[in-house]
């Protein structure tokens, strides 16, 4: 089998719940009537327990897949919302990924160009890389961001293999061209006026950089079979592809109507869209618009484009979300009175978190060499009565594996951003269990013996200083 340079695979996160624009529409008609108009579909929104780094290890574990991740060398995390500054937020993401310390890894921040950047620097530099955008952006409440945006990520595995995709060719305008900025002290976007936007950015500068670049690679442009471009203009994808001289079917769905703009990671989760469906020797041009373009021209190859979840998983596993007091709750947008409860101080120990990152992080835990039990947390002795044998314990991954709940409890007197507190333990899929915490849980299915997977969540926040914890929580796991 030919092997060559490109896409490996590719994997996708959106947020289960949606929320219903009309819902955002109806709450703030009394001062913006003019949202009524928007107010169809959904977007994806967070959990209270979700951020950029939550959303892109859940997207990196279903680009990875079963692969080895012992071969990567390299791992960017893109995004213009990366919950720390002064904290690596990739190598939070590395740990969680159970990946080796002998690895570069890297923050692409700064505009939604971000992702189309990383993935070509990538592409470009003959490594195998894991590359992976995700985004969650806040904006005002009733305001037309509200409405447009979207959260999630994708990720892309890019190596020597039998490639999904490969890269004919990549061009970049870099052009000071401000359609929306964030100054560092302020929590949401301020956007300009649409028009300008549309005729002198995307208009100009997107034909500018596809024409560079298809002329490079010497392909026309009645060849592109798939158009990749995210904008939440109207009809924006449609107008620039006609100036551009592309098919008009080549246009791909922006999911504005199903998820929103994703920022950082739309490109991106445009692309693998793309790829579902693309057959091999079809060309996709992607444009990721931001302070210029990048322009990207792929070849679909004959690689197995199946992720685990991808884009139709995603978009299946669904939650509909209407109360739209809660996910201001969330967001921070609205400021709750609390309790007394939520003034627990929560200092964390760098120390602990430290010596016990694998554990933590990564939820690895130990299998007795001996007598093969399996146990969370990893201890000197073996828990096994009949062994008790004494460091014997091997590295155990428990985040990859399933279970099954074996009890639980709806705590109403335990603090939570999202009450009640959810707790209980879990029967592992292969040994072990485990006492949890639930997350996304649909209190009329909530049962003994309930499926559940594993997934990297914030624990809790400490306001004081401004640290966020995270941890594995239990998470119904997706019906066949």
Known sequence: MTTSFGILSFGVYLPRARMQRKAIAAANGWFAPGLKGQGKGERTIGNWDEDTITMAVEAARDCLGDTDRGALRQVVLASTTHPFDDRQNATVV?????????????????????????????????????????????????????????????????????????????????????????????????????????????????????????????VEPGAITHFVMPGTLARVQAAVAKKCGLPEGSVRDALGATVGDTGAAHALLMLAAALEDAKPGDTVLVAGFGEGCDALLLEVGTGATAAKRGVKGALAERREE???????????????????????????????????????????????????????????????????????????????????????????????????????????????????????????????????????????????????????????????
């Open 94 to 218: 590395a740990t969680a990924l159970h990946l080796a310390s002998a690895l570069r890894t890297s923050d692409a921040a700064g505009s939604l160009r971000a992702g189309t950047g990383a993935l070509i620097a990538a592409l470009e530099g003959r490594e195998r890389s894991l590359v992976i955008a995700s985004d969650m952006r806040r904006a005002k409440a009733g305001s037309n961001q509200e409405m447009q945006y979207g959260d999630g990520a994708a990720a892309m595995l890019v190596g020597e293999g039998t490639p999904v995709a490969r890269l004919l060719g990549a061009h970049t305008e870099s052009v000071d061209f401000v359609h929306q900025y964030r100054m560092g002290d302020k929590d949401t976007d301020y956007g300009w006026e649409e028009r300008w936007i549309r005729d002198e950015g995307y208009l100009k500068i997107v034909p500018k950089a596809v024409s560079a670049l298809l002329e490079r690679c010497g």
């Open 322 to 480: 209407s109360n739209y007091m809660r996910w201001l709750s969330f967001t921070g947008t609205l400021d709750l009175e609390r309790g007394m409860r939520a003034e627990v101080d929560k200092v964390t120990a760098m120390t602990v978190l430290y010596r016990n990152r694998d554990m933590i992080e990564g939820l690895v835990g130990g299998r007795c060499r001996a007598c093969g039990t399996v146990q969370f947390p990893r201890q000197r002795y073996c828990v096994n009565p009949e062994c008790n044998a004494l460091d014997s314990q091997d590295d155990y991954v428990f985040s990859e594996r399933t279970g099954n709940v074996l009890s639980y409890t709806a705590d109403g007197l335990t603090y939570s951003p999202d009450p009640p507190t959810y707790f209980g333990m879990v029967q592992i899929d292969g040994g072990g269990r485990m006492l949890m915490d639930f997350t996304e849980v649909d209190p009329a299915s909530m049962d003994v013996g309930l499926p559940v997977k594993m997934v990297f969540r914030i624990k809790d926040a400490d306001p004081n200083r401004g640290f966020v914890r995270y941890f594995w929580k239990a998470a119904p796991a997706a019906r066949s």
